[in-house]
């Protein structure tokens, strides 16, 4: 394979910490499967899917962006891999190790929007429990500055309607089964409380 054509590919990006750094909220084994096997498959299956195809060369976003608009059969496959492989890189930045409560100007931006901080974390909270099956709860600015919560189904992401993400939970399964079970309302209350990485947030709303 030529080099350009190597250089073409969509990478799995790095985690932005170890493995075992969010434990015991999200452990090392559920970022083990999570990252080194789903976030992984979405990135080769991606890959696959596109050689020989003008998504080839495109950069992530632009793939998510053009394939939510493609109306040919193969471009929903397509569509679901590059939004998956977005929304998990989103994600894993979505987390920090140091976790708690926002500063500065995201501190601001919630207390404007929400009131304050318990009321955004009720608000989110109900959103990603009560959203039903697979799918993602986010924190997004408007057009007006306005922050909302927004929730997505599956592979669905707001970059692909020119929505501007600040923080997005995963609330499909494989990302809290292993440590949680069933109980999506307490991992949600926990990675609400010790793992919302509040300065990533904040460089997503300048
Ligand atoms: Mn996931």
Redesign the pocket.
Same mark, same amino acid.
Request: net charge negative; no cysteine; hydrophobic share 20%.
């Given at each position: 394979m030529p080099l350009d054509k190597a250089k073409a590919t969509i990478a799995l990006p790095k985690l932005p910490y170890a493995e075992d750094a969010l434990a015991p909220v999200i452990s090392a084994n559920t970022i083990s499967f999570?990252y080194g096997k =789903?976030?992984a498959t979405y990135v080769k299956t991606l890959n696959e899917l596109i050689a020989g195809t003008p998504y080839e060369g495109k950069s992530l976003e632009e793939i998510v962006v053009a394939s939510a608009k493609d109306k040919d059969a193969a471009a929903k496959k397509i569509f679901n891999n590059a939004a998956?492989a977005w929304? =998990?890189d989103f994600?894993w930045h979505s987390m920090t190790p140091k976790g708690g409560a926002p500063a500065g100007k995201i501190k601001d931006a919630i207390a404007k929007s929400f009131g304050d901080l318990a009321a955004f974390k009720k608000q989110f909270g109900q959103a990603a429990v009560g959203q039903f099956g697979s799918g993602w709860a986010w924190l997004v600015k408007g057009k007006d500055g306005a922050l909302t919560i927004e929730t997505t189904s599956n592979a669905d992401t707001p970059i692909a309607h020119g929505g501007t993400p600040l923080l997005v939970a995963?609330v499909?399964e =494989?990302?809290y089964y292993l440590d949680y079970q069933n109980r999506r309302p307490d991992h949600v209350t926990a990675w609400l409380d010790k793992l919302v990485n509040w300065s990533f947030a904040e460089k997503n709303l300048n």
């Open positions: 999570h =789903h976030h998956q929304n =998990h994600y995963d499909w =494989h990302a």
